[in-house]
């Protein structure tokens, strides 16, 4: 599957997950998990494989059971998984997600796997404040791994 422009309705649905985004970021955690899921029920299970990613993505953070939040993170993953080199940069900070749900769970071995996979994927990343970001993230949370 290949990324494409976004048509009016793509568009629109990037618009109110960034909306949502903002909502969540000012501290409207209820209001923007609410708005992220009606998309979501909208775009259905099937849609639009980007959509659905970033939707998981940002639902993700929204939740307050960590299994729920591995739960969306996956499916995050699962998507981005669809869109193959369209999302490759995004597959280091998903990792990183996903190995940090499963440190929240009690669960260091699948936590240090993922890790694992955060560090192989980003070094494709470039070196600029993403990168840098996503990289120093990585060794905070293997260090808080380390017995």
């Not at 708005?35 to 993505?57: K, N, P, S, T, V």
């Not at 699962?78 to 193959?84: G, I």
Request: aromatic letters at 6%; proline letters at 4%; charged letters at 30%.
């Amino acid at each position: 599957m290949e990324l494409q422009e976004p048509d009016a309705n793509g568009l629109a649905v990037r618009t109110r997950i960034g909306q949502a985004v903002l909502l969540h970021h000012g501290g409207d955690r209820e209001e923007a998990r609410g708005r992220f899921l009606g998309l979501w029920e909208e775009i259905g299970a099937d849609g639009d494989a980007f959509h659905r990613c970033a939707l998981a993505h940002y639902l993700a953070d929204t939740q307050d059971d960590p299994a729920d939040e591995l739960a969306w993170d996956l499916r995050a993953l699962s998507a981005a998984e669809e869109l193959m080199e369209s999302v490759r940069s995004l597959y280091p900070s998903l990792h990183l997600n996903i190995a940090a749900d499963y440190a929240k769970l009690g669960c260091p071995e699948a936590a240090r796997s993922h890790l694992g996979r955060a560090r192989s994927a980003a070094e494709g990343l470039p070196y600029d404040g993403h990168g840098t970001r996503v990289r120093e993230a990585i060794r905070s949370l293997e260090a808080g791994l380390e017995p």
